[in-house]
């Protein structure tokens, strides 16, 4: 501490090594992540996932602490625990007029660090999100439902990568121009014109993050760290119902932006009851140049159409389609598609929604079975991964809100169900709502109506076709109108698996192929796989890629006549 001044951590420095490799791993797309997915103490260490839940239990029913952030009185959203008790967490309240001001006052010192600086500072709260993994993870627990190994990984190590994803495509898209430059034209009767020139990436304003309620950080981080890299403040909302897990992250942040030198005003927390509308309000704003969301269709329609001064990221429902043709690995395909249909009870954005099937069906190396017996060999393949209330409970988690309730509660209703959605006994929390996958059949000729609208949550459908052919068109056609965020095809024909792919070309959907074993159509990983795609209605944006964050700011110069003599070269 030199002359009484605290010294400012050099974090760009500390982690250059590392975001080296997040850049190269983007191109590569190879597997590569620096945050172990394994809730491991020869990982974590010995006791991280004692203090994680200690810390994580001294919360509950009481006021999050959350230094220096600005704004008056304490807000309690009503969190609750899919697992049967409430959180009583109260957070500090902030209009969204004093967020707004509080935001852009913090800009100025931010913009002038340039990328290097702000990539660096990025990194080093990604490394304490890390370290926290177990206070995340229970946070999200018990926002989402979220079963704890998914939480950890999915809430906690997958979301970090998602956001180093995200601090690499902004900090390698704003290096792609020198900082400065000397232009220098000859004239024709000698010398030249010189000129110095300088090139700043400037972020676009104020970052509004509209998280949703299933994967706060998972869906969250990129935009916010896609946000910060490129120079903008970050306004985090999140959904009433999971507020926890982005407080920590928001406490995080202004930590180390304090510790960088920075105002932590450029990250702040924007929480309200259910209900409100602080989300539209901030979407409004003049001074809100980017928004991210993750949620229903309505509501990220309506910010497409009204947020007309900001560039609108947005992450909506689709309708997930699996082409079924022929296999080689029955057992392996229903084993598959079972644990797909019932990760986190199908509260998945990602999750399989229409299994299309000609009526008559696909072949094996079992035999052939029609579209009738394939939806009863997959109820039966559902059963089998569910015959031990504890394993089952572990994947499926706990229903996360009423409205996937009410939709299980209708899916009863339609076409013949082949499989009823049966309640599961959680062996440590007696009161969480744990429910099997709903399994219904359905006919493409009958039931369109049904079908092309999503169902969020555990339920899926068999639907019968004319043919693979009519089953590629109408996945072709109901993507290209509903849209869809995965897609998987099985088929043992060349020529047929050549066709999905260029169905999912022509629809604009990710497509997964033949997958049978521990890789699953509702998962994707960081640095290789593409999250989300506006080549369709689904989303607005990829997770991640170059047009996620160049919207994010732009690069403006500045340039002055060279005046000072200029030496030759040697």
């Not at 290097?116 to 709260?125: H, L, M, Q, S, Y």
């Not at 050549?498 to 890789?519: F, K, M, P, R």
Request: a negative charge.
């Amino acid at each position: 501490m030199p002359n009484g001044v605290p010294e400012v951590p050099d974090f760009f420095t500390r982690h250059r090594d590392l975001l080296e490799q997040a850049v190269t791993a983007t191109e590569t797309r190879e597997h590569w992540t620096p945050y172990p997915e394994s809730p491991s103490k020869s990982v974590y260490g010995e006791d991280a996932a004692k203090l994680g839940e200690a810390t994580f239990r001294e919360q509950i029913g009481g006021p999050f602490d959350l230094p220096g952030h600005p704004g008056e009185g304490r807000v309690a959203p009503e969190e609750h625990s899919p697992y049967g008790f409430p959180l009583g967490i109260s957070y500090p309240r902030i209009t969204p007029e004093a967020a707004v001001a509080a935001a852009k006052g913090a800009t100025a010192a931010w913009r002038a660090a340039g990328p290097d600086t702000r990539a660096g500072v990025a990194a080093e709260i990604l490394a304490r999100l890390n370290a926290a993994s177990f206070e995340i993870a229970h946070a999200v627990q018990h926002t989402t439902g979220q079963a704890f190994v998914m939480a950890f990984q999915a809430g906690g190590p997958h979301a970090q990568d998602r956001g180093l994803e995200a601090v690499a495509y902004a900090w390698a898209e704003q290096r792609k121009h020198p900082a400065t430059a000397r232009w220098s034209k000859p004239q024709r009767k000698g010398g030249a014109h010189v000129l110095d020139k300088k090139f700043t990436p400037v972020g676009r304003g104020v970052s509004l993050l509209i998280a949703c309620n299933t994967f706060p950080t998972w869906n969250g981080y990129p935009g916010l760290f896609a946000s910060l890299v490129t120079g903008n403040p970050v306004l985090v909302k999140p959904h009433p119902g999971a507020v926890l897990p982005l407080a920590v992250t928001v406490r995080i942040a202004r930590g180390v932006l304090s510790e960088a030198g920075f105002d932590p005003d450029l990250v702040l927390l924007v929480t309200e009851e259910p209900g409100g509308r602080a989300a539209a309000t901030l979407a409004l704003d003049p001074d809100v140049r980017i928004v991210d969301f993750t949620g229903s269709t309505a509501f990220g329609d309506w910010l497409e159409a009204n947020a007309r001064q900001a560039a609108v990221h947005t992450e909506k429902a689709g309708l997930n389609t699996v082409v079924l043709d022929s296999t080689e690995d029955y057992r392996g395909l229903l084993g598959n598609l079972a644990f797909s249909l019932s990760l986190y009870s199908g509260q998945m954005c990602t999750t399989p929604q229409n299994l299309l099937i000609p009526r008559d069906g696909i072949t094996t190396e079992e035999g052939p079975r029609t579209a009738d017996e394939f939806a009863t060999d997959l109820a039966a393949a559902l059963d089998r991964l569910h015959a031990d209330p504890a394993r089952a409970a572990g994947t499926l988690g706990a229903i996360v809100n009423d409205g996937v309730r009410d939709r299980l509660k209708e899916a009863a209703g339609v076409g013949r169900t082949v499989r009823a959605s049966q309640p599961v006994e959680h062996p440590e929390y007696a009161a969480a709502d744990v429910r099997t996958p709903l399994v219904a059949r359905l006919d493409a000729e009958t039931d369109g109506e049904v079908f092309t609208r999503e169902w969020f949550g555990p339920v899926s459908f068999v639907i019968g076709t004319d043919s693979t052919r009519h089953s590629l068109d109408l996945f072709r056609d109901t993507v290209r109108a509903h849209g869809a965020l995965t897609a998987a095809v099985h088929s043992t024909d060349d020529e047929v698996l050549a066709a999905a792919e260029e169905a999912a070309l022509d629809a604009g959907v990710h497509l997964s192929e033949n997958l049978t074993g521990q890789v699953f159509v509702n998962q994707s990983a960081a640095f290789s796989d593409f999250h989300g795609s506006a080549a369709n209605p689904a989303a607005s944006a990829t997770l991640s890629d170059a047009a996620f964050v160049t919207g994010r700011f732009a690069v403006l110069q500045s340039r002055r006549p060279v005046t000072a003599p200029i030496e030759e070269s040697a």
